[in-house]
C-alpha cells in the first residue's frame, strides 16, 4: 500500500503571508492542493498532512478522507514528521511517501518513476533530486568523488564549497516505514538553524548501513517550491505555461497567451478561441467552437458549444449552446442562459432561468427569476426580488414582451406572450396575451414656458 505525509506545518516566513505557506495559490488553487492531487493520481491510499502554524485554515481545506497530525511548535521538517509517528507505525510495512506542501509542481509521473527506482534498489530511503541554477536556499546532495550519496547539506549550513553543488533536494522522499522510524529517533537539531532536519536521515539510513538512492529528474522545474512572492509567481507562470500548451495541442486556440491563466481541472474544447486576459477556473468546463474573451472570468461553470463570451464575468452557472454574452455581462451563482439567449452589455443575471432564445440586450437586472423562451426585455429593466428583509422570484412566460425601464416587484408573474409598456412599475401578475401599462399619464401644458421663462434665456 502506498500512503504519504505532507508537511504543511511552516509558516513560510519569507512569504509574508497572513496565511499559512501552503495555502498561498498557484494559478488560484492553494499550493498544497496540487500536491494532494499528485498525491492521489499517484495512488495513494491513506494520506496525513502535518500541520502547525494556523492549523485551522489548513484543516478547513482539507477533505474529510485525509488525516492530520498538529506540530506544535514548528521545530524543523524532521520534528514535523515525528508527529506522524503513529501514522507511520501503522504503516511501517509500507513504502511511505513523504513530501513538502510548498511544491506544487511534482506530478504523478516523477512519484510514482521514483517508487518504481525504490522498490527496484530495495532502498531504505530515494529521494528526488534535480540540477538547477539557482542554489540559493536548497538542500544540497553531496556525493562522494564515486558519485555515491553522502548527505544533504542545507544552503545555510552549507560551506562556500558545498554551496556551488547544484543538485537540489526536491523535497519529496520514499522512505520504508520501520526505516523511516528509525531514521526520525536520531534526527537531532545539531545545525545553524537549531531545527530537526529531515534531510539528516539520509546520512542516517546510510550509516545504518541501509540502501539509500536519489531519482534525479530530467525537468527540473517539477521539484521547484516557493518560499517567497518572486518563487511563487515563477510557478504560477510554469504551471501557467504548460497548462496552456497541453490545450495548445489539444486543440484550443490561443492566439496570444497574454493574461490567459487557466486552472489545471478545466476542460476545454478544440476550436474554441480563448482571448487575452481571460481567466477560466475550478471545474469549468467549455465546449468547442466558443470563443471566450477577451478579459472574461469563469469559475466552476458549464459552457456548451458555439458561444460567446466578451468581457463577462460567469460565477457557478450554466450556459447553454450558442449564448451570445457581453460585453460587460455578470452572470452569477445558479444561474442557467438556455439556448441561444443573448445577453448584452450591462446586463446582470443571479439564481435565475432564462429560457432559450429569449433576450436581454442592455442595462438589466434579473435576479431570482424563472424567464421562459423567446422573451424580449427591454433596456433598463429591473426584477426588484428584494424588499430589504427578504428575496421574492418574478416568472416570465415564453414570449413575453418587457418594454423599456421597466421594474418588476417581486414577487409577481407575467403570463405568456404579455406585453408591458415601457417605464411601467408592475406589482400585480399579468395575466397572458395581456398588456399592462403601470404609469402615470403625460401631461402637456401649452404655452406653460411663456409664464415660467426658458430654464436658460440666450443673451
Ligand atoms: C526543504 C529541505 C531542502 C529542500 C527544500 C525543497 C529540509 C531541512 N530542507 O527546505 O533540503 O531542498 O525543502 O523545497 O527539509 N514544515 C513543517 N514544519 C516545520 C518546518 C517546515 O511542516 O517545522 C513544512 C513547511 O510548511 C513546508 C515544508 O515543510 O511545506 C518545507 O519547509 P521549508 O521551510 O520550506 O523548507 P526549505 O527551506 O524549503
Ligand atoms: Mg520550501
Known amino acids: 500500500m502506498k500512503c ?81 509517528t503513529q501514522f507511520i507505525t501503522a504503516h511501517k510495512e509500507d513504502e511511505i511517501l513523504i513530501l513538502n506542501g510548498d511544491g506544487p509542481l511534482m506530478d504523478a509521473q516523477t512519484i510514482n518513476k521514483a517508487y518504481a527506482y525504490h ?9 528526488i533530486s534535480a540540477m538547477v541554477d539557482d ?37 519529496c522522499y520514499w522512505f520504508n516505514g520501520a526505516d523511516l522510524l528509525y531514521a526520525l529517533s536520531n534526527i537531532t537539531n545539531n545545525n545553524v538553524q537549531n531545527e530537526y532536519y529531515l534531510t539528516d536521515s539520509l546520512e542516517i539510513l546510510i550509516n545504518a548501513g541501509k540502501n539509500a538512492g536519489a531519482y534525479v529528474v530530467e525537468n527540473s522545474e517539477v521539484v521547484l517550491g516557493a518560499n517567497d512572492r518572486k518563487q511563487l509567481n515563477e510557478l504560477n507562470n510554469i504551471m501557467r505555461r504548460n497548462i496552456n500548451t497541453k490545450l495548445m495541442l489539444d ?40 470563443t471566450i474573451g477577451p478579459n472574461t472570468y469563469i469559475d466552476n461553470s458549464e459552457i456548451g458549444n458555439g458561444v460567446t463570451l466578451d468581457n463577462c464575468k460567469i460565477l457557478d452557472s450554466t450556459v447553454e449552446d450558442d449564448v451570445d454574452a457581453g460585453p460587460f455581462v455578470k452572470v452569477r451563482a445558479d444561474s442557467t442562459l438556455k439556448k441561444g439567449v443573448h445577453i448584452g452589455n450591462f446586463v446582470e443575471v443571479k439564481n435565475s432561468v432564462i429560457g432559450e432564445g429569449s433576450k436581454s440586450a442592455h442595462l438589466t437586472y434579473i435576479g431570482d ?46 403570463g405568456d406572450k404579455a406585453y408591458i409598456a415601457a417605464g411601467s412599475t408592475i406589482t400585480d401578475s399579468i395575466p397572458s396575451n395581456a398588456l399592462s401599462i403601470a404609469r402615470a399619464r403625460q401631461v402637456i401644458k401649452e404655452g406653460w414656458v411663456d409664464i415660467k421663462k426658458p430654464y436658460k434665456e440666450k443673451k
Open 4 to 84: 504519504a505525509v505532507i508537511l504543511a506545518g511552516g509558516k513560510g516566513t519569507r512569504m509574508k503571508a497572513d496565511c499559512p505557506k501552503v495555502m498561498c495559490n498557484v494559478l488560484f488553487k492553494p499550493m498544497i492542493g496540487h500536491v494532494i492531487d499528485a498525491v492521489k493520481e499517484a495512488g495513494a491510499q491513506d494520506i496525513c498532512v502535518i500541520t502547525g502554524y494556523k492549523h485551522e485554515e489548513v484543516e478547513a481545506y482539507l477533505d474529510a478522507d485525509i488525516k492530520t497530525a498538529l506540530q506544535e511548535p514548528q521545530l524543523g521538517t524532521g520534528h514535523a514528521v515525528m508527529q506522524a
Open 369 to 414: 427569476s424563472d424567464v421562459g423562451s423567446d422573451v424580449n426585455f427591454g433596456c433598463g429593466t429591473v426584477t426588484c426580488n428584494y424588499d430589504g428583509k427578504n428575496k421574492f422570484r418574478c416568472k416570465i412566460g415564453n414570449g413575453a414582451f418587457i418594454g423599456c425601464n421597466t421594474n418588476l416587484i417581486a414577487p409577481v408573474e407575467v
Open 119 to 127: 522498490k527496484e534498489n530495495n532502498n531504505s530511503i530515494t529521494l
Open 135 to 171: 542554489t540559493d536556499g536548497i538542500g544540497h546532495i553531496k556525493r562522494d568523488e564515486n558519485g555515491t550519496l553522502l548527505r544533504i547539506v542545507e544552503h545555510k549550513d552549507a560551506t562556500e564549497e558545498e554551496k556551488k553543488i547544484n543538485e537540489s533536494n526536491a523535497g
Open 251 to 290: 486543440g484550443v486556440d490561443i492566439p496570444c497567451t497574454d493574461g490567459v491563466m487557466i486552472g489545471k481541472d478545466v476542460k476545454i474544447g478544440n476550436s474554441t478561441v480563448i482571448l487575452p486576459n481571460t481567466i477560466i477556473l475550478g471545474d469549468t468546463v467549455i465546449g468547442s467552437g466558443c
